[in-house]
């Protein structure tokens, strides 16, 4: 059964850095894009950041360009999104999720982790 | 960066309706595009796939349609279980982008 699993949310004071873990289990992150995509509170899903399985092809959503990087430990089958310069703006749920194989629609979501930015 | 068009944003609805909820892309998207549903506090949930194909364990009520730049999601004799958020999401060409999302109340 396919799962994914996100921790490393919590309270950072602005300017501040945090990295979110994604544990993947019932298949591998190398046969799979992967992505993370954000809900600050009442609003909207905000697509942030996608993986190929490889780990060669990265994209980010110019909200995040220069300040978050995506990457994967395949030997951990974890998901990861290194976050810094963090804003009250950044405050949000976070969720991982799987692209189908060969497909882009995200078929798989983690239950999310939630991030607040506030002195 | 594509544009998602979600109409309404809101749509007060009772049990049995029909609802049909459109989203408009800013240029072509083909046929990639996805419908998710999501309910308070929880992940969103794949519903459609490839504007019109159904999530495996999706009831057959929801479906989907469109090409292009136009599309839509119908739900046929809704029941409780669906008063949710619903978001369009483009998967044709990165930044990929999410429709604002419509509500569905009861």
């Known amino acids: 059964e396919v799962e994914l699993l996100e921790s490393g949310g919590g309270l950072v004071q602005p300017g501040g850095s945090l990295r979110l873990s994604c544990a993947a289990s019932g298949f591998t992150l190398t046969n799979s894009a992967m992505n993370w995509v954000r809900q600050a509170p009442g609003k909207g899903l905000e697509w942030l950041s996608s993986i190929n399985g490889g780990g060669f092809r990265i994209y980010y959503a110019a909200s995040v360009q220069g300040r978050f990087t995506i990457s994967k430990d395949s030997s951990r089958n974890t998901l990861y999104l290194e976050m810094n310069s963090l804003s009250v703006e950044d405050t949000a749920v976070y969720y991982c999720?799987?692209?189908?194989?060969?497909?882009?629609?995200?078929?798989?979501w983690g239950p999310g982790t939630r991030v607040t930015v506030s002195s | 960066d594509i544009q998602m068009t979600q109409s309404p944003s809101a749509l007060s609805t009772s049990v049995g309706d029909r609802v049909t909820i459109t989203c408009r892309a800013s240029?072509?998207?083909?046929?990639?595009l996805a419908w998710y549903q999501q309910k308070p506090g929880k992940a969103p949930k794949l519903l459609i796939y490839k504007a019109s194909r159904l999530e495996s364990g999706v009831p057959s009520r929801f479906s989907g349609s469109g090409s292009g730049t136009e599309f839509t999601l119908t739900i046929n004799s809704l029941q409780p279980d669906d008063f949710a958020t619903y978001y369009c999401q483009q998967y044709n060409t990165y930044p990929y982008t999410f429709g604002q999302g419509t509500k569905l109340e009861i």
């Open positions: 999720t799987r692209d189908r194989v060969h497909a882009g629609e995200f078929d798989y």
């Open positions: 240029q072509s998207i083909s046929d990639w």
